[in-house]
């Protein structure tokens, strides 16, 4: 089936740095992309729409120019957490769409990526 | 806006028992219906869909029967194994709610534990 990875799987960084999380379609190609995020003992939160080449489409309550979002190819994505703090400590979650089949298109996840802002 | 709410976790059950999880929804337009399963240590996996009023999607032994009149989605599975413990997800996509498209939205994931 289709694979999607992220990376890295978990990272620490110090309140004020940026921290950039790839998400990769391995096996296909992927025009549109989605980033979640995932409180603990939480539903994933829907944050953004990334379509390649073109601006993001991001939900209501989501900063744009803190999570910034750029998929300059199909397979490739990428979320870019500027000048982090520790309230941006989550799971980040991203999945790509596939171009569909008879069943239609659907979506597949990656593993996550555990951010921890001390 | 849209919203998805499912019975609180963890669920625990032994090898072989009979499950349910509850999964109701709001919607503001017609959505599609999914549920979703987590494996320990990896990514979310569709586990089963349905895309319009009656419609059963299926898959592994489980069931859910899409109930517009009750805006439910239950999962069901006859017989459960040890490898059926994850967490599970009901979530929905609705095209017409102003979101993103196809963007999902999650209830909060049961946890289920099979003993043997």
């Known amino acids: 089936g289709a694979v999607v990875s992220q990376h890295p799987s978990w990272v620490i960084c110090k309140s004020g740095t940026s921290v950039k999380i790839e998400c990769r379609s391995l096996?296909?190609?992927?025009?549109?992309m989605f980033w979640y995020r995932q409180f603990p003992k939480q539903s994933l939160m829907l944050m953004a729409t990334s379509n390649e080449g073109s601006k993001a489409t991001y939900e209501q309550g989501v900063e744009k120019d803190k999570f910034l979002i750029n998929h300059a190819s199909l397979t490739l994505s990428t979320l870019t957490v500027t000048s982090a703090h520790p309230e941006d400590s989550s799971f980040y979650i991203c999945s790509a769409r596939d171009g569909g089949g008879a069943g239609g298109s659907r979506q597949y996840f990656g593993p996550g990526t555990r951010l921890t802002v001390t | 806006g849209d919203s998805v709410t499912q019975m609180e976790g963890p669920v625990t059950l032994s090898e072989e028992a009979f499950l349910t999880i509850n999964c109701t929804y709001t919607a503001t337009g017609y959505p599609s219906l999914f549920w979703y399963v987590q494996y320990p240590g990896e990514g979310l996996q569709l586990l089963l869909k349905a895309t319009k009023a009656d419609d059963k999607g299926s898959n592994k032994g489980f069931e859910a029967t899409y109930r517009k009149e009750t805006t439910s989605f239950h999962l069901e599975k006859g017989s459960v194994q040890v490898s059926d413990s994850a967490v599970y997800f009901c979530a929905l996509s609705d095209l017409n709610s102003g979101g993103g498209a196809d963007g999902l939205t999650f209830g909060k994931g049961t946890h289920l534990i099979i003993q043997p």
């Open positions: 096996d296909f190609q992927a025009t549109t």
